[in-house]
Structures are given as structure tokens and as C-alpha cells.
């Protein structure tokens, strides 16, 4: 073949995948990153539903506190405080009914056992389902990538080189991949 030969099979390619649509390279890569959020997506989606009684109950203990300040001689570690500060701000509780703010140590206690129970109960319930998380999708996406990416894109540039430029090999996401980006709720520690 003719380098005229070469180019002109070339544009006709190029033309129809402008038309048509975009090439197998970037449609691959694009579906790597589809699946990813996608499952990104649904992660977030159940850990904010299975919050919600963290969320109440986080939101009561606030309003029985009547400030974060009052919390502050109940939590001895550095870090406890600030940590339900941005949970709350995260969850954004929002009570039907607002809760009388008190003094008593006694209430602010059994506030905070009742919100430790829930957080609890929402780690071991949280790491039962990403337990479960189908990675399937994902990891096809990934071995596909791997297998066919540059062979596809050397297709289209017409050059190897050119094609490996920036290329990675992808590693198959795991289950501690996923309960990184959503992890346990860390414990406090609140003084008897």
C-alpha cells in the first residue's frame, strides 16, 4: 500500500467515526469511568439511606447539647467533637420535632449511648453490604480496557507510540477499594 492509500483510509475513518460516533478507544475508557461512578453512586446513595438513625440520633444529641460546646467535657479524645460536628454537617438532621436543650449529664449520656448503639449497628450492617457490592461490571470494564485499549487506539492513530502515551494498566477494584472511599464511622468516646 501507498502512503496515499494509507491516508485516505485514514480520513474515510476518521470522517465516518465523526459521524457515527466517537472511536472504540475512547469508548472503552469512557465505560472504565462510567462503571466506576456509577458504582461510586449507588455506594453513597445506601450509606446515606442506612445513616438516617445515625442522622436522628445525631441530631438529637445536638439539640439536647444545645451546642457543640456542651458535648466538649463529654468527648476526652481529640478529634471526637469535630468528627460528629462535620458528621452532622454531612447528615444535615433535621428533627420534627426540636428538642429541649439540657444540663443534665444523666440525658446527654443516654443521648449519646442511644447515638453510639446506632453507629455501631450501622458499621457492622455498612460492611455486610460492601461485603456484598457486585464489582463484576466494574472489573469487566477494567480487564476489557487492559486487553483492547491499545490495540484500539494504535488502530485509529496509527501509531503504537503514539498509542501508548499515558496508557496504565488498570487494577481490579476491591471490596477495600470501595469501603475506602466509604469507610466505618469511627466511635466516639464519651465520659460516664
Known amino acids: 500500500m501507498t502512503d496515499a492509500t494509507d491516508e485516505a483510509d485514514r480520513r ?3 470522517e465516518m467515526t465523526g459521524r457515527f460516533d466517537s472511536p472504540s478507544f ?22 446515606l439511606d442506612r445513616l438516617k438513625f445515625t442522622a436522628l440520633r445525631l441530631g438529637q444529641l445536638r439539640d439536647r447539647a444545645g451546642s457543640w460546646d456542651a458535648l466538649r467535657p463529654l468527648l476526652p ?3 471526637d467533637l469535630s468528627f460528629l460536628q462535620s458528621l452532622h ?28 448503639e446506632v453507629m ?3 458499621n457492622q450492617r455498612w460492611t455486610r453490604w460492601l461485603a456484598k457490592v457486585d464489582l463484576r461490571a466494574v472489573n469487566q470494564a477494567r480487564l476489557d480496557y487492559n486487553r483492547y485499549y491499545l490495540f484500539e487506539k494504535e488502530c485509529a492513530v496509527g501509531s503504537a ?4 502515551m499515558g496508557f496504565r494498566v488498570l487494577e481490579p477494584i476491591t471490596p477495600a477499594d470501595v469501603a475506602a472511599r466509604f469507610p466505618l464511622l469511627p466511635i466516639p468516646v464519651f465520659i460516664c
Open 12 to 14: 474515510i475513518i476518521n
Open 26 to 47: 475512547i469508548r472503552r475508557a469512557k465505560l472504565v469511568e462510567t462503571t466506576w461512578t456509577q458504582l461510586l453512586d449507588r455506594c453513597a446513595k445506601a450509606r
Open 77 to 79: 479524645r481529640d478529634g
Open 89 to 116: 454537617a454531612e447528615l444535615q438532621p433535621r428533627l420534627l420535632l426540636p428538642l429541649a436543650p439540657t444540663a443534665s449529664r444523666r440525658v446527654l449520656l443516654a443521648a449519646a449511648r442511644e447515638l453510639v
Open 120 to 122: 455501631e449497628i450501622f
Open 161 to 164: 507510540i503514539v498509542a501508548r
